[in-house]
Structures are given as C-alpha cells and as structure tokens.
C-alpha cells in the first residue's frame, strides 16, 4: 500500500499460523491544517539563579547591617524611599549576599504606611550608628557620607528623607518605628557589631588632603621660587680656564637641543656644561672665530683627562634643584666615558630671548646691530646646516 493510500499500522498480536496474523489497519491520511496567522514568538527570559545546595557550614539567615548601605540608592529626588523600588534593591541585595530564601511578603510589609519606606532606611542608619559606636558627630558624619556615597544627594540624602518625613507625617516616629523595626529585624541582623568601611573617606577627609596637597604644592612652588631668586642672582663666570670644580654648590637642568644642558653654581657665579656627543659643535666652535661671529666663551674637557674626572665628582655631589636631575647627570658622564666625547663648558649669557619684549621692540625699530649680528649667524648656520636653529 502506498504512502498515498495513508498510514499501515501493524498489528503486534500473537502468531495463529499461516496468514492468520492481526491484519493490516489502514488509517485514513490526516487532512492538513489550515493555515493560519503566524504567532510571534514570545520572548524569553532567562534568570539567573543561585544553586544554594552547593554552600555548606553555618549560613547566615539576615543581612549584614553595612549592606544597608546598598539600599539607599533607591531614594527618590523628593527624599523618599518607594516601597516597590526599595523591596528590588533589598530582594537583589539578598541575592547577592545571601543564599537563604528571599522573605515574603517584604514589599506589602513596607506598604502598611506611606512613609514606611522611608522611615525604613532611617532606621538602618539610626541602627547602623548605634551599632558601630559612632555617638560624636565627626563619627556620625562619616556614616552619612558612607551611606550617601551612592546616591545623587550625597551627604544631603538623610537631611532630605528627614525633610520628607516631617511634611508627610509630623509624628511619624512615635507612630510608625515600632511596626517599621520589626521589619528592619527580619532582614538584617542587628544584634551584630558593624563599622565602616576601613578604606573610606569622606569628604571632610577628602577636603583634609587635599588642603594638606596644597599646602604642600604651595610649599614646593615657593622653595622653586626661592631657587630661581637665586640663580638670578648669581654673576656669569667669565673666566672658564681655571674652575674650582670641589666647589660646586648646586646644579640646575634647563631645557634646550640636544638633550639641554646644566646650570652649574660655584660659589656666587654660574657657567654652564654640556655633553658634546657630536664634532660638529667644536667645528661650529673654531668656525665661529674664521668668520668672525661672537659666540660664548666654550671650552672642552677630554673624558680621558684628570680634570674630568674632577669635574664628574663635583657636579655629582652638588645640590640638584630636582632630585631625579642627578639620574640624568649621571648617564650623560657616563655616556661621555662610553663614546670618548668631551665635556663642553660654556659661559653663561644673561639677557632676553628673541620672542621677548626687548628683542621685539628692536625689530620695530630695525635696530642695526641686532640685525647685522643676526645676519651673521643666519650665514654661520647656513653653511654649518644648523637647521634647527634655522
């Protein structure tokens, strides 16, 4: 029989001979549905659950009072606590903390008044500070600002949900702290010691170092100050031939090509050093004197010379205006050694940088000497390619 004829079932009875087997049952070919709308599929949900078979040893059955802290993000704007918002934050709280089941009932609990809710977590607060111990007010202000850390209120939130209470339910203490405590004791256990957090600090503390930061700043900014005054008072060293290097009180980086240079102080004047790792600033050097271009008074001390190891010694224990400048210093000498290139010692010049003021005026006023002195070393640098300071 074909599959078009319809659906052979065969008879499972026992043997009677010979073509004597349960016969064959045809059923007729089921007619098709008809088609209908399709149905959107319903979304799925899935939750996570917790398989509180795999904790053993002593459960805890409440929570901790310092995850009352959790619950106060729930506040309203007005100061308010919702008696829905609150069971979800306290039910996901549970979850999380707890492997015992969830109470019953929590949500209608806190819905016998209207300010239940709110009343709810001031007494969590108020039992959170009888609990640790925090009776001065400092202590006490900590506590609101660990609590309030969550919340877009902040420190305000207990002053607003007190504000809120006061509006709704001028007596709400004496009518309403009994029921709500009953509820507190349900869920948390208040009957343990609890303290805050050992890593918080709140925003007097936080105010404390900043002010302590400040002060250090501002002390640090005057020492830099005080510093500075006194390298302007220090006289240029003129004379670079014959340097007392067992003499040197002080040093000082400054920014420049080449990796900048140091400030050198020996007693009340100042010169400059500089690691010349390229020949071309002793070429530039003796160049400068063919062409006639004033340049500073320059010298050079051979890394293989005695005096540079005098040298070496004296800058390394003189006073750095920055502690880590004496890293650099030391890796300079040392690449000096390394390389065999000298040590540039140069005079230092005081006076105004060309972006200054004085320079500026000079150029409105097309001052000839400032002008023939530049020319000079615009052709000195063209011929050397110093490009940089091109």
Same mark, same amino acid.
């Given at each position: 029989?074909s599959d078009?004829?319809?659906?052979?079932?065969?008879?499972?009875?026992?043997?009677?001979?010979?073509?004597?087997?349960?016969?064959l049952?045809?059923?007729?070919?089921?007619? &098709?549905?008809a088609?209908?709308?399709?149905?959107? %599929?319903?979304?799925?949900?899935?939750?996570?659950?917790?398989?509180?078979?795999?904790?053993?040893?002593?459960? &805890?059955?409440?929570?901790?009072?310092m995850?009352?802290q959790?619950?106060?993000?729930?506040?309203?704007?007005?100061g308010?606590?919702?008696?829905a918002?609150l069971? +979800?934050? *306290?039910?996901?709280?549970?979850?999380?903390?707890?492997?015992s089941?969830?109470?019953?009932?929590?949500?209608v609990? =806190?819905?016998?008044?209207v300010?239940?809710?709110?009343v709810?977590v001031?007494?969590?607060?108020?039992?959170f500070?009888?609990?640790s111990?925090?009776?001065?007010?400092?202590?006490?202000?900590?506590?609101?600002?660990?609590?309030?850390?969550?919340t877009?209120?902040?420190?305000? $939130?207990? !002053? !607003?949900?007190?504000s809120? =209470?006061?509006?709704?339910?001028?007596?709400?203490?004496?009518?309403?702290?009994q029921?709500?405590?009953?509820?507190v004791?349900? *869920?948390?256990?208040?009957?343990?010691?609890?303290?805050l957090?050992?890593?918080?600090? /709140?925003?007097?503390?936080?105010?404390?170092?900043?002010q302590? *930061?400040?002060?250090?700043?501002?002390?640090?900014?005057?020492?830099s100050?005080r510093?500075?005054?006194? $390298?302007?008072?220090?006289?240029?060293?003129?004379?670079?031939?014959?340097?007392?290097?067992?003499?040197v009180?002080?040093?000082? $980086?400054l920014m420049?090509?080449?990796?900048?240079?140091?400030?050198?102080?020996?007693?009340?004047?100042?010169f400059?050093?500089?690691?010349?790792?390229?020949?071309?600033?002793?070429l530039a050097?003796?160049f %400068?004197?063919?062409?006639?271009?004033?340049?500073?008074?320059?010298?050079?001390?051979?890394?293989?010379?005695?005096?540079?190891?005098?040298a070496?010694?004296?800058l390394?224990?003189?006073?750095? /205006?920055?502690p880590e +400048?004496?890293?650099?210093?030391?890796k +300079? @000498?040392? +690449?000096?050694r390394?390389k065999?290139? &000298?040590?540039?010692?140069?005079?230092?010049? /005081?006076?105004?940088? *060309?972006?200054?003021?004085?320079a500026?005026?000079?150029?409105?006023?097309? !001052?000839?000497?400032?002008?023939?002195t530049?020319?000079?070393? =615009?052709?000195m640098?063209?011929? @050397?390619?110093? $490009?940089d300071r091109?």
């Amino acid at each position: 029989m074909s599959d078009e004829a319809g659906y052979a079932n065969v008879g499972k009875g026992p043997t009677k001979g010979k073509g004597k087997g349960s016969p064959l049952a045809v059923a007729p070919k089921p007619k &098709p549905k008809a088609a209908g709308p399709s149905k959107a %599929s319903a979304p799925a949900f899935k939750v996570k659950t917790v398989d509180r078979s795999q904790f053993s040893g002593a459960r &805890p059955t409440k929570l901790r009072m310092m995850a009352a802290q959790q619950v106060v993000v729930a506040q309203e704007a007005n100061g308010h606590f919702d008696a829905a918002q609150l069971a +979800m934050k *306290l039910y996901r709280t549970w979850e999380k903390l707890l492997v015992s089941e969830f109470p019953s009932g929590v949500r209608v609990d =806190l819905s016998g008044d209207v300010v239940d809710a709110t009343v709810f977590v001031v007494r969590l607060f108020e039992r959170f500070i009888e609990r640790s111990g925090s009776a001065d007010d400092d202590e006490r202000y900590r506590v609101i600002s660990w609590f309030g850390s969550g919340t877009v209120a902040g420190n305000r $939130w207990l !002053d !607003d949900a007190f504000s809120w =209470l006061q509006a709704q339910q001028p007596g709400w203490r004496e009518t309403r702290v009994q029921h709500v405590d009953v509820i507190v004791d349900k *869920l948390f256990a208040t009957d343990e010691e609890c303290m805050l957090p050992a890593g918080f600090v /709140d925003n007097k503390e936080l105010q404390a170092k900043q002010q302590e *930061l400040n002060e250090k700043f501002a002390s640090a900014q005057m020492e830099s100050l005080r510093r500075a005054e006194v $390298w302007t008072a220090n006289h240029p060293l003129s004379e670079l031939g014959a340097i007392s290097w067992d003499k040197v009180t002080a040093i000082r $980086w400054l920014m420049g090509g080449g990796g900048g240079c140091y400030m050198v102080r020996v007693e009340d004047q100042k010169f400059i050093v500089k690691g010349c790792i390229d020949e071309g600033d002793v070429l530039a050097h003796e160049f %400068s004197k063919f062409v006639g271009v004033q340049v500073v008074n320059t010298r050079f001390i051979s890394p293989s010379s005695s005096e540079f190891q005098t040298a070496s010694l004296g800058l390394e224990a003189a006073e750095a /205006d920055e502690p880590e +400048m004496h890293n650099y210093l030391q890796k +300079m @000498l040392a +690449m000096l050694r390394t390389k065999g290139c &000298p040590l540039m010692v140069m005079e230092f010049l /005081d006076g105004a940088t *060309l972006r200054g003021r004085s320079a500026s005026e000079r150029f409105v006023a097309c !001052d000839e000497g400032l002008i023939r002195t530049l020319g000079g070393f =615009l052709a000195m640098d063209s011929v @050397l390619n110093n $490009w940089d300071r091109l």
